[in-house]
Structures are given as structure tokens and as C-alpha cells.
């Protein structure tokens, strides 16, 4: 018995996939209490108003990598939070702008819910949680209700290993 997520599985084209934004397909620099933002004396909130932080945001070279490579853009999904409509629009301009070709605009969803709203997809769009796939997220306690509800789990860590050994382990082993 393996136990863990295989490389095969994480190279597997086949498979449907949900990405987060912050800490995944960009790097994690802001949030709810402006990690990164100087919001001393301000909300928040009123900041993303008229600031888009994700203008200086990047997409990590690997993760363009293994998007383009082993993601199918008609399975690939990006589940998100978003405080507001303008945070929204900023994210939603950043995966255009850095992911655009490998992920369809109508893939993108925002939720304060993610695992009912990758079930649903799941469930509207295939063939339920039967279908092959994956959440790739950077919060263990997601993660852990996507393991809870049945969908495959993954920390954004576990993709390392590919970057490590350019491209090259063998699809046997697991991690």
C-alpha cells in the first residue's frame, strides 16, 4: 500500500484540478490583515479601493510550468476568496495576465466556500468526486476539509519535488 499523493498522479494530464490564488498561483503577500500592506491607520479593505496589490504580485516561474505541462485547461479551476468585488476583479486580472492561455476565464471562481464550490463543479461538469483530481492549496485547515469532504488534498509543498528534480523522478515514487 502507498500512502501519499504519486508523481504520476501530480503529472497526470487527465486530472481535474483546483488552484488557489494567494500562496499558490502567486505568491502570499497579502490577506485579510494586509500581510505585506502596510494597513496601519486604514482599512483594509478601503485600500483595495484603489490599490491593486497584485500588479506587483508574481506568478512563480515553475508554477507557469507546471500549469502549462501537465494541467488540461478545460479541467483546470481556480477556487478563491475574495473580500470584495474589487479584490475579486485584481485576482481575476492577475490569473488572466500570468496564466491566461492554460486557464479559461469562466474556470475562475470566487467562494467563501471552496469544497462545495469544487463539488458542485465536480458534480455539474463531470462525473462527481469519482473523477480523478486534486485541490492544490497552501492552508492545511482548507485543505483538510477538502480531505474531509472527499476531494483529493494537496499542499502547494507537495509540488516542490518536481521543481527540485526538473521534471525528472520517476512517476513511481510517492510523496
Not at 3 to 17: A, C, D, H, T
Not at 88 to 112: L, P, T, V
Request: charged share 25%.
Amino acid at each position: 500500500m502507498n500512502i501519499g499523493l504519486s508523481v504520476k498522479e501530480l503529472r497526470n494530464f487527465e486530472n481535474i484540478r483546483f488552484f488557489d490564488i494567494d500562496g499558490v498561483l502567486c505568491t502570499y503577500a497579502f490577506g485579510i490583515n494586509g500581510i505585506g500592506v502596510d494597513t496601519k491607520g486604514f482599512d483594509y479593505l478601503d485600500y483595495l479601493e484603489t490599490h491593486n496589490i497584485y500588479t506587483k504580485d508574481k506568478a512563480s516561474f515553475f508554477m507557469k510550468q507546471y500549469v502549462q505541462h501537465y494541467c488540461d485547461r478545460e479541467k483546470t479551476f481556480v477556487i478563491s476568496r475574495a473580500n470584495s468585488l474589487k479584490e475579486e476583479f485584481y485576482k481575476r486580472e492577475f490569473i488572466k495576465e500570468n496564466y491566461g492561455s492554460f486557464i479559461k476565464d469562466n474556470n475562475i471562481f470566487f467562494s467563501d466556500n471552496k469544497v462545495d464550490t469544487a463539488k458542485s463543479i465536480l458534480n455539474f461538469n463531470f462525473d462527481g468526486i469519482d473523477t480523478p483530481h486534486f485541490a492544490i492549496d497552501d492552508s492545511v485547515d482548507v485543505l483538510y476539509k477538502y480531505q474531509d469532504a472527499g476531494i483529493r488534498a494537496v499542499h502547494i509543498s507537495s509540488l516542490f519535488i518536481l521543481a527540485e528534480h526538473d521534471y525528472s523522478i520517476p512517476t513511481e515514487t510517492y510523496i
